[in-house]
C-alpha cells in the first residue's frame, strides 16, 4: 500500500465520520429519534415556517420560467455550463415543471379547483410542514452537506469491502451499501439523491442506479415507527420492523432479476461499458489495504475547501429546481385520484380474492390500500386506520405500505426528477411486483403473530 501524509489520513477520516454522524445516526431529540440532518431541517422549516411555501413556490415557478426560455435554446455541440445544465430538460419536464409551478400558484393563493389546493391534495404537499416544503429545507442541508459522504473516500473505502457481498447478492457495486444504509437510517430520499449524484458522476450503470433507487430507497426507521403507530399497533414495532427488513432482503434478491430492472443497460451514463474490472483486487491488496488506498486517493484529490463547497451549492440547486416542481405535479395529481375518484377502488379489486386467499380478514375494505400506496407512503396507514379494525389485516396493511417503496409524491416524483433511467410506466410495474411479492410473506407472518 502506497504512503500518505497524516493531512491527507486527517482528510478522510474526519469529513467521512462527520458525513456518517449527520447522515445514519440517530440521535435522541424531544420529538424522537433522528438523524441530525434531518432534525436541521426541522428546526429551518419551524423558524421558516410561514414564509416555506411562497419560498419553495418561487423555487418552483423559476424552474418552470428557466426551464421555457432554455426549451428552445439549441445545443452548441460543447459540455454544458451547470446553469444550462439545471434548466434545459427535455419538453415533457419542462411540462411537468409547468403543471408543478401552476398548482404551487393555485395552493399557495388559494384560487381555482378546490380539488387542487386543499389539504388533503396540493395543499398537504405545499403547507408550511408539508413534503415539498420539507423538502426545500432537506435538501439544502443534503445538498450542502453530501460531499462528506462523497468526497473524500467513504465510498470508496466501503464499497471495496462491500463488493463481496453486494454484488453476488444483489448484482450491485460495494458503494451502493453506504446509499442503502443512509436510507435506512435517515430517509428514502437521501438514498435517491445520493444514488443520483453517483450515477451522474460515473460511477455507476444505468441498471444499477435503477436497482438502488428503487430497492434500497428503503423507509427510515423514523417514517416506520409512525406508520404502525397510525395503526394502532406501536406495541408490535418489533415483529413489524423485522418483517419490513425481511420482505424487503428478500425483495431485493428478486427485483433486479426480473423486469422490468433486468432489462436496465450496463453501460454508464457516459456509454462506457460495465466490464467487471472495475472491483478486481490489484495483486498484493486484501480489501480493507485497497478501500483504505482508493480512500485515501480520493481524499487527497479534494483539498480545495472552495470547490467543496461550489459541489454542495451545484447539489442544492439541482435538487431545488430539478425535484421540487416534480413532486409537486405528480404528487398533486396522485392525491387529487386518490381523494375525488374511485379509481383506487376500481384498481384494488383484483386483490380482494388475493386478500382473501390469505385469510387476512376485511379483504374487500383493505384492498383499495393495496393501490393507494403508489400516492403518497402515508395514505395507506392514514385509510385504514379509519376503516379497517382487524389488527392482522392493519398488521399487513402497515408493512406492505413500507416495503413499497414507489412513492409518487415522494420517491417515485424523486426519481423521476432525476436522470436515474427509470420511466413512470417501470414505477408503475415495479410497485405492483413489490406488492405482489411481498403480500404472501407478510401475511404469512402475520397469522403466525395474531
Known amino acids: 500500500m502506497k504512503k500518505f501524509s497524516l493531512s491527507t489520513w486527517l482528510l478522510f477520516l474526519v469529513p467521512s465520520i462527520l458525513g456518517v454522524i449527520l447522515f445514519m445516526i440517530p440521535l435522541k431529540f424531544e420529538t424522537g429519534w433522528k438523524v441530525p440532518i434531518a432534525k436541521f431541517a426541522d428546526i429551518l422549516s419551524g423558524i421558516l415556517e410561514p414564509a416555506m411555501p411562497m419560498a419553495a413556490m418561487v423555487i418552483i415557478i423559476i424552474a418552470a420560467l428557466g426551464s421555457l426560455l432554455f426549451l428552445f435554446k439549441p445545443s452548441d455541440g460543447v459540455k454544458p455550463s451547470f ?73 470508496e473505502f466501503f464499497g471495496t469491502m ?4 453486494m454484488r453476488p447478492l444483489f448484482k450491485l457495486p460495494g458503494r451502493s451499501s453506504i446509499d442503502a444504509l443512509a436510507s435506512w437510517i435517515g430517509d428514502g430520499t437521501i438514498g435517491v439523491l445520493l444514488t443520483s449524484k453517483q450515477y451522474e458522476d460515473g460511477h455507476y450503470t444505468k441498471k444499477e442506479a435503477a436497482v438502488i433507487a428503487t430497492t434500497f430507497s428503503v ?4 417514517f416506520s415507527l409512525v406508520i404502525i403507530d397510525t395503526v394502532g399497533l406501536d406495541d408490535y414495532f418489533l415483529p413489524f420492523y423485522g418483517t419490513v427488513v425481511l420482505t424487503g432482503f428478500i425483495l431485493a434478491l428478486i427485483m433486479p432479476r426480473i423486469y422490468p430492472l433486468s432489462g436496465k443497460g450496463s453501460e ?24 483504505l488506498e482508493n480512500a485515501l ?5 479534494n483539498r480545495s475547501f472552495l470547490q467543496v463547497v461550489g459541489d454542495g451549492f451545484r447539489n442544492v440547486l439541482d435538487m431545488w429546481f430539478g425535484v421540487a416542481p416534480v413532486v409537486m405535479a405528480f404528487g398533486t395529481v396522485a392525491l ?115
Open 268 to 291: 454508464y451514463i457516459d456509454g462506457r461499458p460495465f466490464t467487471g474490472n472495475e472491483e478486481k483486487l490489484p495483486e498484493g491488496y486484501n480489501v480493507i489495504s485497497h478501500g
Open 219 to 222: 423507509v427510515s426507521i423514523t
Open 83 to 155: 446553469i444550462t445544465g439545471l434548466f434545459k430538460v427535455s419538453p415533457f419536464w419542462t411540462v411537468t415543471r409547468i403543471l408543478g409551478a401552476i398548482f404551487a400558484i393555485m395552493v399557495t393563493f388559494q384560487i381555482g379547483p378546490e380539488a387542487v389546493w386543499n389539504e388533503n391534495t396540493g395543499g398537504l404537499l405545499l403547507a408550511s410542514d408539508g413534503l415539498v416544503s420539507f423538502l426545500f429545507t432537506i435538501f439544502l442541508f443534503a445538498g450542502l452537506l453530501l460531499p462528506l459522504l462523497l468526497n473524500f473516500g467513504l465510498l
Open 336 to 450: 387529487i385520484v386518490a381523494e375525488y375518484t374511485s379509481v383506487f377502488t376500481i384498481l384494488g379489486k383484483p386483490f380482494e380474492p388475493i386478500l382473501t386467499l390469505l385469510g387476512l380478514p376485511q379483504a374487500v375494505e383493505a384492498a383499495p390500500m393495496m393501490v393507494v400506496g403508489i400516492t403518497d407512503m402515508f395514505l395507506p396507514a392514514i385509510l385504514a386506520a379509519g376503516t379497517i379494525t382487524e389488527p392482522m389485516t392493519l398488521f399487513v396493511i402497515a408493512t406492505v405500505s413500507v416495503v413499497q417503496l414507489i412513492y409518487m409524491s415522494e420517491v417515485g416524483g424523486l426519481i423521476l426528477g432525476t436522470k436515474i433511467p427509470l420511466n413512470i410506466l417501470d414505477l408503475v410495474i415495479i410497485f405492483l411486483l413489490r406488492t405482489l411479492i411481498a403480500l404472501p410473506i407478510v401475511a404469512g407472518i402475520a397469522h403466525l403473530l395474531f
Open 297 to 301: 486517493t480520493t481524499a487527497s484529490k
Open 162 to 165: 462491500m463488493v463481496k457481498i
